[in-house]
């Protein structure tokens, strides 16, 4: 024979025509003589009958109504948890049911009565109303197991962007460091309406020799030496996709949000079509006749990755390789050396500052981009022959130590 325990309060409306006022102030009166009128009393009451832990028994007068089967309990213990019950201000009411219950297993006083949210499995009250998990006693391992897996998921990926952060510091010591070669490959970005752009399948790496040559000339005029040359440049994979748009806007937030977003787009794209290893990647975007202008070329100092505009026209291409190393060098902190009207600022864009007279200049300081023919003209060099690398340039590369 099974008992069925309903609590509530008079508020909740569950005794109002079955209650007795007189016996609930008579079990008050006594109740309050003993010290029962507690919660500690209450809680122990019901650990010993319900079998209840304290934060469950404590948990009853925030879930109210509440109705328990209690698999066996004797008349006196009932008499008890009544009187603990009501003396804490709770409203009890007992009733014998004959129907007979499984044991719950988190509560093993208890009968499954009621049906699991989840489940819709059979379930005691406690372990519905009283458990922080609201569910069966076999659902909530379950859920609760889930919620390691979740946080044990949260840790590796944290522990995937520690690695890709420290490869990505390591990649710039060696950057940096100018000890090392440092490789860096070129992915032309190819959309499907790009395929027309015949001239891309004659590109190889020894279009970009001159670049190596270059970045190896210079330095060595600084005292850099590297073995067997600072950087190597080579032609990598195609990819079908174009890299993150940069920002329309200059704002510092913007560009550190597209650089976040380019270094993961980089990464990402990296795995997805089994990119070379490099230090540096440069994708490129080929443009054909048709293109006047070309949009703006992005290096991005610290991200080891940059987006280059360029004509596909193979009479461009030495002039192309002028761009490529003035953004390779923006990746490895150099600043540009020209005004917002494109005229190479003075002394740091002058490849020849001490020239007398100043104009015309003959040579290009590479990130002041063009050659200075008179004090407001200036031309686009042809070739990396026609570039150097500056004394500012030269300092912020690291090549010139104070
Ligand atoms: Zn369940
Ligand atoms: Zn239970
Ligand atoms: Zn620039």
């Given at each position: 024979?099974?008992?069925?325990?309903?609590?509530?309060?008079?508020?909740?409306?569950?005794?109002?025509?079955?209650?007795?006022?007189?016996?609930?102030?008579?079990?008050?009166?006594?109740?309050?003589?003993?010290?029962?009128?507690?919660?500690?009393?209450?809680?122990?009451?019901?650990?010993?009958?319900?079998?209840?832990?304290?934060?469950?028994?404590g948990g009853v007068f925030r879930s109210l109504p509440l109705e328990l089967i209690i698999l066996s309990a004797t008349e006196s213990d009932l008499e008890r948890l009544i009187e603990r019950a009501e003396a804490n201000g709770l409203l009890a009411r007992v009733e014998r049911v004959s129907a007979s219950y499984e044991t719950c297993t988190r509560h093993p006083r208890l009968g499954r009565d009621q049906l699991c949210r989840r489940c819709q499995g059979r379930a005691c009250g406690a372990c519905l109303k009283?458990?922080?998990?609201?569910?069966?006693?076999?659902?909530?391992?379950?859920?609760?197991?889930?919620?390691?897996?979740?946080?044990?998921?949260?840790?590796?990926?944290?522990?995937?962007?520690?690695?890709?952060?420290?490869?990505?510091?390591?990649?710039?010591?060696?950057?940096?460091?100018?000890?090392?070669?440092?490789?860096?490959?070129?992915h032309p970005v190819r959309l499907a309406q790009d395929n027309a752009i015949e001239e891309l399948d004659a590109l190889e790496s020894s279009v970009f020799e001159e670049v190596d040559t270059f970045v190896d000339h210079e330095a060595k005029r600084y005292g850099v030496q590297v073995i067997p040359q600072v950087v190597r440049l080579s032609l990598g994979r195609s990819i079908p996709e174009s890299p993150p748009t940069p920002p329309e806007s200059a704002s510092p937030l913007a560009v550190i949000l597209w650089s976040l977003k380019m270094r993961w787009w980089s990464w990402q794209t990296a795995r997805k079509y089994g990119l070379e290893d490099a230090h540096v990647r440069l994708f490129v975007r080929y443009h054909g006749r048709e293109m006047a202008t070309l949009e703006h070329s992005l290096g991005l100092e610290k991200g080891r990755v940059g987006v280059v505009h360029l004509f596909a026209d193979p009479t461009q291409w030495a002039t192309n390789n002028v761009v490529i190393a003035h953004e390779l060098l923006h990746i490895f902190g150099a600043t540009d050396k020209y005004g917002p009207d494109g005229t190479p600022t003075f002394p740091a864009g002058y490849a020849e500052p001490e020239r007398a007279p100043l104009h015309p200049q003959v040579e290009a300081e590479i990130m002041g981009g063009r050659i200075p023919l008179t004090p407001t003209e200036s031309v686009i060099p042809e070739h990396l022959g026609l570039c150097t690398v500056g004394e500012t340039t030269a300092r912020e590369l690291g090549w010139i130590q104070d």
């Open positions: 024979m099974s008992t069925r325990l309903t609590l509530g309060t008079s508020s909740t409306g569950v005794f109002r025509e079955t209650q007795s006022g007189a016996a609930t102030n008579s079990s008050v009166a006594s109740s309050i003589e003993s010290g029962a009128g507690t919660k500690a009393g209450w809680n122990l009451a019901a650990k010993r009958v319900l079998g209840l832990s304290d934060d469950e028994a009283l458990t922080p998990e609201r569910l069966c006693d076999r659902c909530a391992p379950r859920i609760r197991r889930r919620g390691r897996f979740r946080r044990a998921r949260i840790a590796a990926l944290l522990l995937v962007l520690a690695f890709v952060a420290s490869a990505a510091f390591l990649d710039a010591q060696r950057v940096a460091s100018w000890k090392l070669p440092v490789d860096v490959t070129i």
